[in-house]
Nanobody, 123 residues
Framework: QVQVVEFGGGLVQPGSSLRLSCKVSGVTLADYAVGWFRQTPGKERERVSCISVSGGSIHFEDSVQRRFSISRDNSKNMVYLEINSLKPEDTAVYYC????????????????WGQGTQVTVSS
């Protein structure tokens, strides 16, 4: 059974950096695409970034592409989302999701989700 747990969120100042971690347990992570999503109150959850089994990554918004990076360490069953130059509009609950697939992570429908980790960007 797939278990997904995010951690690393918190209260940070604008302009700082943060690394979110996603632990995917109970499976061989090398077989899984992993995506990061975020949601703010009153808004739909939106895709942020994802990484495929091949290691290829996608960032879904222009504002994210220059500041976010995603990586995976299959030996540790971990996926990381590095966020630089944080902005107040990055404030959200960040979710990690995993799906066993050979498809591009951008085409994947994710069925295994974590509970989310809150990121608040404020001075």
């Amino acid at each position: 059974q797939v278990q997904v747990v995010e951690f690393g969120g918190g209260l940070v100042q604008p302009g700082s950096s943060l690394r979110l971690s996603c632990k995917v347990s109970g499976v061989t992570l090398a077989d899984y695409a992993v995506g990061w999503f975020r949601q703010t109150p009153g808004k739909e959850r939106e895709r942020v970034s994802c990484i495929s089994v091949s290691g290829g990554s996608i960032h879904f918004e222009d504002s994210v592409q220059r500041r976010f990076s995603i990586s995976r360490d299959n030996s540790k069953n971990m996926v990381y989302l590095e966020i630089n130059s944080l902005k107040p509009e990055d404030t959200a609950v960040y979710y990690c999701a995993a799906e066993r697939t050979d498809l591009s992570c951008g085409l994947t429908e994710y069925r295994s989700w974590g509970q989310g980790t809150q990121v608040t960007v404020s001075s």
